[in-house]
């Protein structure tokens, strides 16, 4: 009798009216919020649009326009909260569903694929040597790589694996640029304890496209004095003599800025990564670099800014990439083939008086 009782006295379910962003903000509006403008919007709801449309409009299911946007603010704020203060309806727990869901589409591998793409072809690394030699004249340069520390929450399980050397949790993601500031590659699974050149020996870059001969001779990429020198991967000296090699340091330096500018960028545009990420566990945090990652590059096809006024403390991005030494190897591992590469490189590209 009780329970009937209680259905009887049940409330009705209430719903609240949702706001229709895309007919009532301008693009300028949508871009401040959610970083994409009406068509960029649409455009990613296409690419994951049947995974995430509901067979039936029962109890009022969200279409995926609201789940790419609630997504996108987000990840364009950082705080699941203002994904429900703006006026979109859904509950806190509805956001972090949504939020969950919305990401595991977008990241699938062949979305990712369309949109964060290693140059290959002949034409494709011509092209980059090309945009990159006109930054300060150093050539065979198709990108530049760092590594970058997304922070996180401490995880349940690990948890002193993901401990940095800034003695905060993280993950250690590995990111290389073009000249235009395309995100061309990106490896964002390694806890922070995790040094970058280990990242990088077992990235894609250097077991298939760089070890196997994937790309003609003579390109290469250029990263801080934490990576071993290779064949492919050009460093800084630590000591230049003066000449060539203080000419190879100052044009290195010069034109890897880029990575240090681009990563700066993903950060301004997207501030769920500039501060600590609340997702559980760290193979979510994953899902959220790389989505940014590949919606940075839609942005920058689609010529669409970074807001103004988005203001970035570049200072802890700077000290977080300072660089480091390559942790010790056995004598006989030691990159004395890429050291004497790098020596010969010099004194042909760089020895003059300038």
């Not at 949702?18 to 690419?47: C, H, M, P, Q, S």
Request: with cysteine; charged share 25%; hydrophobic share 35%.
């Amino acid at each position: 009798m009780a329970a009937q009782e209680q259905l009887r006295l049940r409330r009705p379910r209430t719903f609240c009216d949702r706001k229709d962003v895309l007919n009532e903000l301008n693009d300028a509006e949508l871009i401040k919020r959610y970083r994409l403008d009406r068509e960029g919007i649409l455009f990613v709801t296409n690419l994951v649009r049947e995974t995430l449309a509901r067979p039936t409009a029962r109890n009022k299911a969200l279409s995926p326009e609201m789940k790419v946007i609630i997504t996108l603010r987000f990840l364009a704020t950082g705080k699941m909260q203002l994904c429900n203060s703006d006026d979109l309806g859904p509950s806190q727990q509805t956001v972090s569903r949504v939020i969950t869901e919305t990401l595991d589409a977008l990241s699938s591998r062949p979305i990712l694929a369309q949109f964060i793409k290693f140059p290959i072809t002949p034409q494709e690394t011509q092209r980059n040597k090309m945009e990159f030699v006109q930054i300060a004249g150093f050539p065979g340069v198709v990108g530049v790589i760092d590594g970058t520390h997304i922070k996180i929450t401490a995880p349940k399980e690990f948890e002193a694996e993901y401990v940095n050397r800034k003695r905060y949790h993280s993950i250690n993601t590995q990111i290389v640029f073009d000249a235009k500031y395309k995100i061309i590659d990106i490896v964002a699974n390694w806890p922070g304890s995790v040094h970058d050149a280990r990242i990088l020996n077992e990235s894609g870059l250097n077991r298939f496209v760089f070890g196997r001969g994937m790309l003609p001779d003579g390109c290469h990429l250029l990263g801080d004095s934490g990576y071993p020198s290779k064949k492919w991967l050009l460093t800084p000296y630590l000591r230049p003599r003066p000449g060539p090699q203080s000419n190879y340091n100052r044009c290195h330096k010069k034109t890897r800025s880029v990575v240090e500018r681009g990563i700066g960028q993903l950060k301004r545009r997207f501030h769920v990564l500039h501060g600590e990420i609340r997702v559980s566990p760290p193979a979510k945090v994953c899902m959220v670099i790389e989505v940014c990652a590949m919606l940075h590059n839609i942005c920058k096809d689609r010529n669409i800014g970074i807001p103004a006024g988005e203001d970035y403390n570049n200072g802890e991005e700077d000290d977080d990439q300072q660089p480091l030494e390559p942790p010790p190897q056995p004598a006989a591992a030691r990159p004395r083939e890429g050291l004497l590469y790098r020596d010969q490189f010099v004194n042909l590209h760089f020895n003059n008086d300038e």
